[in-house]
């Protein structure tokens, strides 16, 4: 007969997969939410990265905010981890657009010549 491993916490899965560094951990690398009884979708290593960042990154990322993004939905999720991830991803994105706009105008610009 086989006999099952003891786990710590029930109903919970024995690995999962961290949405920040992607690999796939044991349980107990993952903190484990108690209201919801879920794992984190972060392994402990990247919680405390995440965290550690926002904490270095706190100020200006209230200044950014108020200055441009304060219209955004994202600034009214609760969880501050979530939003952090959230705010750097739409910088990110609108860091890439605007380069490509750029670009766009750079390439506009050099066409429009043709004509002169
Ligand atoms: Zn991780």
């Known amino acids: 007969m086989k006999t099952k491993a003891k786990i710590s916490i029930q109903n919970l899965p024995v690995s999962s997969v961290c949405k920040q560094c ?6 107990e690398f993952f903190y484990v939410n108690r209201q919801t009884q879920c794992l984190d979708i972060y392994c402990k290593g990247c919680r405390k ?49 605007v380069k490509h706009k750029r670009m766009k105008i750079l390439e506009e610009e050099a066409n429009r010549t043709d004509y002169v």
């Open 22 to 27: 992607g690999r796939e951990l044991p349980q």
């Open 49 to 97: 990265e995440i965290g550690r960042r926002r904490y270095n990154s706190g100020s200006w990322i209230r200044k950014e905010q108020r200055d441009k993004y304060s219209y955004l939905v994202i600034t009214q999720v609760e969880d501050p981890i979530v939003r952090m991830e959230l705010i750097l991803h739409a910088l990110k994105v609108v860091r890439q657009s």
